[in-house]
């Protein structure tokens, strides 16, 4: 059976986004690539909601 691993930004208080939508509160610095790049290299699927694989379709 496969694992399932959720990776998800929200911030202490369970916020995900500002008041206005906006995802400019976290800062990816080098620590941020580094643990992106080690849990992609660990899988071998993605699963998006229909928003974010609207944003992401043309990567």
Not at 19 to 30: H, K, R, S, T
Not at 48 to 55: E, P
């Amino acid at each position: 059976m496969r694992k399932v691993i959720l990776s998800n930004l929200v911030t202490l208080d369970s916020f995900f986004a500002g008041p206005n939508g906006e995802l400019d509160w976290f800062i990816v610095d080098q620590e941020f690539n580094e643990y992106a790049n080690d849990l992609l290299s660990k899988v071998d699927t993605l699963l998006f909601g229909r928003v974010t694989y609207q944003l992401m379709a043309d990567y």
